[in-house]
């Protein structure tokens, strides 16, 4: 079974564009490993995050999964084998560039390249934000969670459901289909969605341990408008309060904070909308982001709210279990 979303895998054209965002604006901690070429992003005590090289073509976005061990690594090569995905096996380089023990990948049915990991290694040096930020919320909840506009919905439903083992923590059919799944306690560490549209990945979100370390980002945002692709807001589902910042290839890093987490108890439940407030999608066309706004007003008439449970609040709770 995968445990957690482990690191991203980036290939880009807007390398400097990249440190620079990640740096100053993210707070993740840049390792140069070859001057304009490629870089290691550190959100934590682990040796990266972030694998991200550059290369002239099109931009792409990948994801290392990860695994307990060399045992279920093979076990699900075979998995996946018999349901007619290719595996290839990673090269020295690239375990030595991921500081991972081992790892395999192959390419989801939207072209998406999927990496699965073991012994993904500690950094022999302390974590260093790109600026002075409390950190962010990582250990046994992975990275973050990355959602994904897929034209493979159930293909995709399948692989993460009955191949990697994740559970779904609740789903919406309107205004279009999306299944939320996890696979720890963060509440989900995927996103899948059918829009009709192309697919694409559409975010990858961040926790920060601190309110004011989005506020803050925010603030940044803020300087250049356009940079910002969906305002400040609070899920309806995960709780997480965010707002969504365009990265230099286009998809967007949601920074947020205080996600409520999930246990083998959890029910799945259908959603009545995306969010309790905010998150006005910049993007969108005039009437989806009008319909949003109705949703919005709807669920403000019936008095939803949610308690925030942060992160200091969530570790106590665990200690006291
Ligand atoms: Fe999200």
Redesign the pocket.
């Known amino acids: 079974m995968i445990q957690a979303l482990s690191y991203i895998v980036v290939e880009t054209p807007h390398l400097d564009a990249w440190i620079e965002q990640s740096r100053h604006h993210v707070g993740l901690h840049v390792d140069e490993v070859e001057a304009n070429h490629r870089i290691r992003l550190r959100a934590d005590e682990k040796f990266q995050r972030f694998v991200v090289t550059k290369i002239d073509g099109l931009a792409t976005m990948g994801m290392g999964f990860e695994v307990p061990d060399a045992a279920e690594l093979a076990r699900l090569r075979q998995a996946l084998e018999s349901e007619g995905y290719p595996i290839t096996q990673g090269s020295k380089a690239e375990l030595s560039f991921r500081g991972v023990e081992d790892m395999m990948f192959f390419h989801d049915p939207d072209g998406v390249r999927i990496e699965i990991c073991y012994g993904l290694a500690d950094a022999g040096t302390p974590f260093v934000p790109g600026r002075p930020i409390g950190g962010f919320r990582t250990g046994d909840m992975g990275l973050g969670?990355v959602?994904l506009i897929t034209e493979h919905f159930d293909k995709l439903s399948h692989l993460y459901r009955n191949i990697f083992g994740f559970k779904v923590s609740d789903h919406t059919f309107a205004p279009f289909r999306v299944e939320f799944l996890h696979c720890n306690p963060r509440h989900?560490t995927i996103?899948i969605a059918h829009t009709g549209g192309p697919a694409k990945i559409y975010?990858l979100?961040l926790e920060y341990n601190d309110f004011d370390d989005v506020g803050r980002a925010y603030d940044m945002a803020l300087t250049n408008p356009d940079s910002i692709g969906v305002t400040l807001g609070r899920?309806i589902n995960?709780h997480?309060t965010?707002f969504y910042l365009k990265n230099p290839d286009g998809w967007m890093f949601?920074l947020?904070w205080a996600s409520r987490t999930v246990g083998p108890d959890w029910e799945a439940e259908e959603l009545e909308g995306m969010s309790l407030w905010g998150h006005d999608r910049t993007w969108l066309p005039d009437d989806k982001r009008e319909e949003a706004r109705q949703i919005l007003k709807r669920l403000a008439q019936k008095g939803v709210r949610a308690p925030v449970v942060t992160t200091t609040q969530t570790a106590t709770t665990k200690a006291q279990l």
Do not use: T
């Open positions: 969670h959602a989900h996103g975010h979100m899920h995960d997480v965010s949601e947020g």
